[in-house]
């Protein structure tokens, strides 16, 4: 299949799940996840009209997106992989959204950072639902603490992320994230990847980072 057959089938199955369970498809956002993708599959997927990626590193992302974005305004660049502190200057200059906040140096020096370049980024706080050792994000019982110190530090913190284990049934771990969310105030929730978006759909999703089920398999 092409990358437009690809889109349109992730769309209708976003908008009849959404549909399904009393949502509205438009409130479940697309992140296409272009990590590792050649121009020319991002110049097919914005030749389909879609304007919302997702990338894991910065520099990657600089080298993407540095000649294509003065063509498209109205793109939308998140950062869904961990971020460094020696990063930190080039992702609030590129991104618009950062989903992996999840420690207090790295909030401090983001919220220093955007004060610099007179921003205010909408963030999220990646949640280690897992509490997996290998794994980024602050641990559940962490969050509310986090969460205010985040806020303190004048970040706008919109929503949770997270990355389920493998070996577990994600749907569990997106409610635990509904709940989570829930419990702190907070509306957006960036979970559900290619083999699991549908799970997280009907326990609230508003983003979804899909990349294979988009561009196909890397090589």
């Given at each position: 299949m092409t990358i437009k057959e690809n889109l349109n089938s992730i769309q209708?199955?976003?908008?009849?799940?959404?549909?399904?369970?009393?949502?509205?498809?438009?409130?479940?956002h697309l992140v296409a996840v272009s990590k590792k993708q050649p121009v020319?599959?991002?110049?097919?997927?914005?030749?389909?009209?879609?304007?919302?990626?997702?990338?894991?590193?910065v520099q990657e992302a600089i080298e993407h997106w540095k000649e294509l974005r003065p063509h498209y305004p109205d793109l939308k660049?998140?950062?869904?992989?961990?971020?460094?502190t020696n990063k930190i200057k080039e992702a609030v200059a590129l991104f618009d959204v950062i989903e992996t906040i999840d420690?207090?140096?790295?909030?401090?020096?983001?919220?220093?950072?955007?004060?610099?370049?007179?921003?205010?980024?909408?963030?999220?706080i990646q949640v280690n639902t897992g509490e997996e050792?290998?794994?980024?994000?602050?641990?559940?019982?962490?969050?509310?603490?986090?969460?205010?110190?985040?806020?303190?530090?004048?970040?706008?913190?919109?929503?949770l992320m997270c990355i389920p284990p493998v070996a577990e049934p994600p749907a569990l771990h997106f409610a635990f994230l509904q709940k989570l969310a829930k419990e702190n105030g907070?509306?957006?929730?960036?979970?559900g990847?290619?083999?699991?978006?549908?799970?997280?759909?009907?326990?609230?999703?508003?983003?979804?980072?899909?990349?294979?089920?988009?561009?196909?398999?890397?090589?």
């Open positions: 209708k199955i976003i908008d009849d799940t959404a549909k399904k369970f009393g949502r509205v498809g438009k409130d479940v020319e599959a991002l110049k097919a997927m914005l030749s389909c009209g879609h304007r919302l990626y997702g990338e894991n590193r660049l998140h950062l869904i992989g961990p971020l460094q420690r207090p140096k790295l909030a401090s020096a983001l919220a220093h950072e955007m004060k610099k370049q007179d921003k205010n980024l909408p963030c999220f050792d290998q794994k980024a994000g602050i641990h559940p019982q962490a969050l509310p603490e986090f969460l205010k110190f985040c806020q303190s530090e004048g970040l706008n913190i919109v929503g907070l509306k957006e929730l960036s979970m990847m290619s083999s699991d978006f549908e799970k997280a759909i009907p326990l609230g999703a508003t983003y979804i980072r899909v990349g294979t089920a988009l561009f196909g398999a890397r090589d």
